[in-house]
Each structure stands twice: as C-alpha cells, then as structure tokens.
C-alpha cells in the first residue's frame, strides 16, 4: 500500500548503457516530479508532468526523458549513462492544495561504473 | 543559485529539549513554504508548511516561524525525540528547491 513507489531501489550499470526508473503513485494526485539527489545533497527538481503533460523541465541533459503513460505514472529513461548520472533520484507527487506538500518515493540509488 | 540555505549542516539536541532549525531564503517572490523531514534510505517525508499570510503554523510538537522581512524561517521542536533524528529540509512548493538540509540527533 506504499503511496509513491520508485522500483528499482539500487541500480548499478555500466557506462553507455540505457537504463530506466519507474514510479508509480496511488494516491490519486494529478501532479508528478522526478527530483536528483546530488553530491553535495541539494535535491534539484528535474521534470514535472500534471496530467501527463509535461509542465517543468528544468536544465537536464536530453539524455533523460520523462515519460507518463498516465497519471499515475511517470518513469524516468537514461541513455548513454555516464559516471556524473551516479546520483540518488526520487520520484514525488502532489494534488492541488500547498498545504499537503509532496510525498515522495523513498529513492532510486543508482551508481554507473 | 542557492535560493534557500540552511547554514547548520547539523545540530544536537538532548532528548526533551527544544529544537531550532533554520532556513534562510533569497527570493521574496517565496510565499509558502514547506518543511520536509528524512530518514536515511528513504524519501523526505511532508512535516508543516506555513504561508506568508502568518508568522507561526503550530502542529503538535513542531511550530514554525516566519520572519518575511528578514527571509527566515525557523522550525521549533519541543519536546525534542529520539525518533527526530532525520535530515530536515526547507524548501518553497513551487519548484521545490531544497536547501541541504539541517541533521538533527536528539540523544538520550
């Protein structure tokens, strides 16, 4: 019954390789993020789609490509990984009203070797 | 272009006494804002949010504060818990710009 669930947990891969992330919510929220943990722990907000509708797209490598077969849905797709992808990436949504926040996954942590 | 900081990468508080938290922000533009609470392995979890509109949201053991002239706000924790131990994240909603947050470990 997890309310934002980000599989897989860890992802280890290789250079060049592509990879994807997918996230699914159940909370029946119209809006949904992908958010990139850094180095240095700033969390930085990297897509959002509200309905399917791609709505923020911040300055993100185009070798990153959201995608939302529907609302409740919205994976991340990495091609041509490369060592600076390594990074903890947590999918999150939101409804509406400011005063519930945003629940977030509890994180994908992937490492490229 | 940190728009949010939280100067105190951490702070230790013995069990039953106050936590004080705090966020500093650029942007005046900011009119809500949200504290997040984490635990390691797992995502930020939504904690209290507070409008421009008041200086002070209360809920439960957690108050925040509001100072818009000086753009800071702060997070208050009384009585403070062991199972407060977590990383505390300021952020505004709108595109969720966290600061690095602020680790917490309340000791016995």
């Known amino acids: 019954d997890t309310a934002v669930s980000q599989t897989p947990k860890y992802l280890v891969t290789q250079m060049g390789n592509d990879k994807s992330i997918k996230c699914e919510q159940n909370l029946g929220h119209d809006t949904m993020y992908w958010y990139k943990q850094d180095s240095k722990k700033f969390l930085k907000i990297m897509f959002s789609?509200?309905?399917?509708?791609?709505?923020i797209n911040e300055t993100v490598p185009n070798r990153f490509s959201p995608k939302s077969p529907d609302k409740a849905h919205l994976n991340l797709h990495i091609n041509s990984l490369e060592l600076g992808d390594s990074a903890v990436y947590f999918c999150?949504?939101?409804?509406?009203?400011?005063?519930?926040?945003?629940?977030f996954g509890s994180g994908t942590r992937l490492t490229v070797v | 272009d940190q728009q949010v900081k939280q100067n105190s990468p951490s702070l230790s508080v013995q069990e039953g006494r106050i936590s004080i938290l705090n966020c500093d922000y650029t942007n005046s533009m900011f009119d809500y804002f949200l504290w997040y609470k984490k635990y390691p392995a797992e995502g930020p979890t939504f904690l209290i949010s507070?409008?421009?509109?008041?200086d002070k949201n209360e809920d439960g053991r957690f108050t925040v504060f509001l100072n818009k002239s000086a753009k800071h706000l702060s997070l208050h924790i009384v009585p403070s818990q062991p199972g407060d131990s977590a990383v505390y994240f300021c952020a505004p909603p709108d595109k969720l710009i966290f600061g690095t947050g602020t680790r917490l470990q309340v000791f016995p």
């Open positions: 507070i409008s421009s509109i008041k």
């Open positions: 999150a949504s939101s409804q509406g009203s400011r005063d519930y926040g945003y629940t």
């Open positions: 789609y509200n309905n399917k509708e791609l709505i």
